[in-house]
C-alpha cells in the first residue's frame, strides 16, 4: 500500500472465468423467461441471447491472452 490506497489486483484469469459464467447466467435467463413460441406463433427473444454470447467471446479472449500472458 502506497500512501493510504489499496492496492486490488484481480487476475485475467478470474475476469475470464466470471464473464463465462455471467454469460451462462444469461443464457439460461433467456431459456427461463423468453425461450418459445407464443400463442400467436412469433418467436420471443430478449437481448439476453446476444449479450450471452458477447460476453462469452469476451471472456474466452481473455482467458486465452491470460494463457498467453502466463505461458512463458
Request: net charge negative.
Amino acid at each position: 500500500m502506497a500512501n493510504g490506497t489499496i492496492n486490488m489486483r484481480i487476475s485475467l484469469k478470474s475476469i475470464g472465468i466470471f464473464l463465462i459464467v455471467l454469460a451462462l447466467v444469461f443464457w439460461l435467463c433467456e431459456q427461463i423467461f423468453f425461450g418459445g413460441l407464443t400463442e400467436d406463433g412469433f418467436l420471443e427473444e430478449s437481448l439476453f441471447l446476444p449479450l450471452g454470447y458477447l460476453i462469452a467471446a469476451t471472456g474466452a479472449v481473455v482467458l486465452i491472452v491470460n494463457w498467453y500472458r502466463n505461458r512463458g
